[in-house]
Every structure is written in C-alpha cells, then in structure tokens.
C-alpha cells in the first residue's frame, strides 16, 4: 500500500509540474515534432541583408473564432489553423509579422518578435484553440512577408472546425493582400 502511494503522489507532482508549464499546453508546441514552438525554430539568428528583397507583402486573414448558429443557441466556438506555405523550390520566405487582431481591431497577440525564415517549399501552421475566445466572429492575422522577388508570393489560408450538436464542419478562408 505505501509503494501504491508514493506512485500516485509521484504522478501527482508530476502533472501538477507540467500543468503550471504553459508550453507543454500549447497545441503548437505539442504537435509540432520536436516539441518545441513552430514560429521560435524559424527565427532568423543570423543577420539577413534585405537591401535586395525586391518582395514584401502585407495580408489579412479572417479567422472565426465563434460563429452564430441561431438565436436558441448562440454561438458556437471554433478551433483555426493559420497555414503560411512557401510554395517556391529554391528561394526562402521571410515573415516579418504575424499579428493576431479581434473583432473590435485589437491587437491579441503578437506572434513574433522578429522576422523568421520559411525554407523553400515549407509551411508554418499555427494553431489557435477553441478555447482562445478573445478573437471572436471577426478576428483576424496580419501577416507581412518579403522576399528575393515576386517568386516567392506565399499561400496563405486558415482552416477553422467546430460542432454543434452531432455535427461537425470545416470550412477555410484565403489571405488577401492589403493593399497600402
């Protein structure tokens, strides 16, 4: 019986441990594959000369965070994946905001610090739980990109999901270029 406790206070401290921290419960962090933050193992460290980018480009991305379903039920929280692809095969994408706003046009989040490079034909999903409200039915990303030219014009999309009684959906927007 001692042997039994000293188990479950042992597993006890343990998850009591991981609970307080706040990157083993980030989606992000949990499924990328060296369970580390996406955004932060893409940071430029070294210097980049961006004299000769001859790209740069802000988009909008509308993101739900809740939709309306009816008036008996109100609304319906959402889970929405931001995917940022580099869609050339030789030349890197570099992302110098990712700015998350709610409905009002408040900033929520700043999602980088500094710029960050996307290698050629990679992608940069970022996950922003159901659980994050603060977005609500209008949130949106403001990203900017530039690059060596206009090869490297990036695919922008989120994916949101949700149910709603015994039903499940999915549906997905398009970043469009704000233009300045």
Excluded: W
């Excluded at 980088?112 to 609500?136: D, F, Q």
């Amino acid at each position: 019986m001692n042997h039994y406790r000293s188990s479950a206070l042992a597993l006890a401290v343990l998850l009591l441990c991981t609970g307080c921290n706040k990157s083993l419960q980030d989606p992000n962090v949990m499924l990328s594959k060296e369970q580390k933050d996406p955004i932060e193992a893409l940071e430029v460290t070294s210097k980049v000369d961006r004299s000769h980018f001859k790209y740069k480009q802000t988009f909008y991305v509308p993101i739900y965070s809740d939709i309306y379903t009816d008036s008996n039920n109100g609304k319906v929280l959402l889970s929405a994946t931001l995917s940022v692809r580099n869609t050339t095969l030789k030349k890197s994408l570099y992302i110098n905001k990712i700015d998350y706003y709610d409905t009002d046009g408040a900033l929520v989040k700043a999602y980088i610090n500094g710029p960050i490079e996307l290698p050629p034909m990679a992608t940069l999903n970022y996950i922003v739980e159901k659980e994050e409200n603060k977005g609500g039915s209008g949130a949106n990303f403001i990203i900017e990109v530039e690059g060596a030219d206009k090869a490297v014009t990036p695919v922008i999309e989120a994916v949101m999901i949700g149910n709603f009684n015994n039903k499940s959906f999915a549906f997905s927007t398009e970043g469009t270029p704000v233009i300045q």
